[in-house]
């Protein structure tokens, strides 16, 4: 790769990092095909996603830009969630059989080159998550895959082509503090919530998180019916046994907080939910939180009251 290839490569990467930051910021969590097609980023009009099989490489870039994993369904063969190796590291299957197919190549040479990529998740209900920047740090041609580090810090010896990126050197290391379940679980969450607190109902993207009903501590699994979607207040009161949440979808305070006087906050934004249902609740039945999770969860709440 020619020094100009190079800096085309980071260009591209960079303002597609950046058009990704930004629709995040927005409160987009998950992308289709159309979404990401036709982007004009750095001078080129370009698709970040592919089509048809795992890998993409745009025509106007020598290295790939991007890989997919399909939503797979609690039970099947999950990649990543499974196929992490005992270094912590997730492995990533080549295309087909053979290592040297033009696509496999592609992936190759982003990782001689350093570069980073995009790692497109399926998630339940549709749609991808984008997992960036990732690096491919090694290759093991005998079981035909890439190793894949998804908590990279931006490798030191690149030079962006844009002073952009130096003046806020930490938004990168932001993105991929997540662990790499932890996207697609909040992403797959928030769209079965339709971006509300299943408590409260409120609705701004950016004080919502999807909590697990099964803690992630105790081996709850990243999965929409192991989950809730919950302001920051309600998750809060939810981890600290403040509210709980019963099997039939009923909020109840703790006796203690019930009675205790403070002001509008705890009133209205408290004490006012006991003894009502839901607000929020997925449309589809089978995503809907999970009664045995609940009531062991539950169980925990009425221990600590
Ligand atoms: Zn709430």
């Given amino acids: 790769m020619t020094p100009e290839e190079r800096l085309r490569e980071l260009a591209v990467r960079h303002a597609a990092f950046a058009w990704l930051d930004r629709q995040r910021a927005a409160g987009k969590e998950t992308f289709t095909q159309a979404d990401t097609s036709g982007l004009a980023l750095a001078g080129e ?3 970040l996603m592919p089509t048809q099989q795992g890998i993409w490489k745009p025509g106007q870039l020598t290295a790939a830009l991007s890989f997919r994993t399909v939503y797979r369904p609690e039970g099947s063969d999950r990649p990543y969630d499974d196929n992490v190796g005992t270094d912590g590291f997730y492995r990533y299957k080549m295309r087909g059989s ?6 496999n190549r592609a992936l190759r040479e982003a990782m001689l080159e350093r570069l980073p990529l995009i790692w497109w998740l399926g998630v339940q209900g549709g749609g991808y998550s984008a997992l960036y920047p990732i690096y491919l740090v ?5 079981d ?48 079965a919530y339709r971006t509300s607190c299943a408590v409260c109902s409120f609705r ?29 207040m309600h998750h809060a009161a939810y981890d600290k046994r403040i509210l709980g949440i019963t099997p039939d979808y009923e909020v109840r305070i703790n006796a203690e907080v019930l009675h205790e006087v403070d002001g509008p906050m705890l009133r209205h934004g408290i004490q006012e939910f006991h003894g009502k249902q839901l607000m929020v609740l997925p449309e589809r039945r ?20």
């Avoid at 952009?164 to 662990?179: A, F, G, V």
């Avoid at 004080?207 to 990243?222: V, Y």
């Avoid at 089978?286 to 009251?305: G, I, K, V, W």
């Fill in 45 to 47: 009009t370009i698709r």
């Fill in 98 to 103: 053979d290592p040297n197919h033009f696509e």
């Fill in 138 to 142: 090694g290759e093991e041609q005998a």
């Fill in 144 to 191: 035909l895959q890439f190793v894949v580090d998804i908590d990279a810090v931006p490798q030191p010896d690149i030079v962006w082509p844009s002073v952009e990126l130096e003046l806020d050197p930490s938004y990168r290391q932001q993105l991929t503090k997540l662990r790499l379940h932890q996207r697609p679980f909040r992403a797959a969450v928030l769209r």
């Fill in 204 to 232: 701004h993207s950016d004080l919502l998180d999807a909590a697990h009903i099964q803690e992630d501590g105790a081996g709850g699994r990243p999965v929409v019916t192991n989950g809730l979607t919950l302001c920051k």
């Fill in 286 to 305: 089978t995503q809907r939180p999970d009664r045995l999770l609940l009531e062991a969860r539950y169980q925990t709440f009425l221990d600590a009251s």
